[in-house]
Nanobody, 124 residues
Framework: QVQLVESGGGLVQAGGSLRLSCVVSGRTFSNSAMAWFRQAPGKEREFVALISWSGGTTSVSNSVKGRFTISRDNAKNMVYLQMNSLKPEDTAVYYC?????????????????WGQGTQVTVSS
């Protein structure tokens, strides 16, 4: 059974930093494309960042560009989201997602598996 488990969320003041982690188990991780999405109350799920299977291609949304960085460690089956200069509008539940075909996309429906999410709250 495939499992994605996020961790690292929490409460932080505006301007602070958090590092989210996602561990993948149950299936070969190294060929998959990975992404982070987020969802705030009353809003649709929003693309945040993606990374190719090799880590050679990354992309982040315009709303987090210059502040967030995605990375992965295939030896550890881990993907990370480093979040700096956090703003109150970054408050959301953050989800890790996997596409086993390796397809890079900013669309949630392209991803086969999802974690349960981790809450990030940024206070002003």
């Amino acid at each position: 059974q495939v499992q994605l488990v996020e961790s690292g969320g929490g409460l932080v003041q505006a301007g602070g930093s958090l590092r989210l982690s996602c561990v993948v188990s149950g299936r070969t991780f190294s060929n998959s494309a990975m992404a982070w999405f987020r969802q705030a109350p009353g809003k649709e799920r929003e693309f945040v960042a993606l990374i190719s299977w090799s880590g050679g291609t990354t992309s982040v949304s315009n709303s987090v560009k210059g502040r967030f960085t995605i990375s992965r460690d295939n030896a550890k089956n881990m993907v990370y989201l480093q979040m700096n200069s956090l703003k109150p509008e970054d408050t959301a539940v953050y989800y890790c997602a996997a596409n086993w075909r390796g397809r890079l996309s900013d669309r949630p429906y392209e991803y086969n598996y999802w974690g349960q999410g981790t809450q990030v709250t940024v206070s002003s």
